[in-house]
């Protein structure tokens, strides 16, 4: 009970810290140059292509991250024509340099065979994880950004249904006409 406890005022107090840092209306622009997965290259160019883009940070130890994929790529084929797009970054995958970490790396690309993943999984570079990535406290930890990479919304922090997220979209995707 203590263990949970602990967790949950551990999300509050960083709810609490990234609200202080966007309080003045602040919008954080999250770039990146990467490869994917597969070792394709991919930047923030990307989101110029979209209306929006939702951007998943997950774990391979995250249960609730794994839970939430399928419905991840389920939602990823839906929306596409509507101008959606989702990436997902595997936030352990590498080392303190920047190098990929084979049997984390392994272990990713069984859990997006394992929940139909599509989409596009980035690799954390090390400008990511001192950039926009540095102050995720938790996973899946998801953000959305426009055409330019600005952030829209909330922090969303926590696994959510097929349906919770399908409202989130659609707001976001009718915010942006």
Avoid: H
């Avoid at 340099?97 to 690799?123: F, L, S, W």
Wanted: charged share 25%; with cysteine; hydrophobic share 40%.
């Amino acid at each position: 009970m203590k263990k949970i406890l602990c967790i949950f005022l551990f999300i509050i107090a960083a709810n609490i810290l990234f609200a202080k840092s966007n309080s003045k209306n602040e919008k954080q622009i999250f770039t990146f140059d990467s490869v994917d997965l597969d070792g394709n290259k991919i930047s923030s160019e990307l989101y110029s292509s979209n209306k929006i883009t939702m951007i998943n940070i997950w774990g391979t130890f995250c249960g609730p991250c794994i839970r939430e994929m399928p419905e991840l790529a389920e939602l990823s084929k839906e929306y596409k024509a509507k101008g959606l797009e989702i990436i997902g970054i595997p936030i352990d995958l590498t080392d303190n340099r920047g190098q990929i970490i084979e049997n984390i790396k392994a272990d990713a690309d069984y859990i997006i065979k394992g929940t139909g993943v599509t989409y596009r999984n980035i690799v954390p570079t090390p400008q990511m994880l001192s950039g926009f990535l540095r102050g995720i406290m938790a996973v899946p930890t998801t953000i959305f950004v426009d055409r330019d990479g600005n952030q829209l919304g909330e922090l969303y922090m926590g696994a959510r249904s097929k349906k919770d997220w399908q409202k989130i979209i659609d707001k976001l995707l009718e915010s942006q006409k």
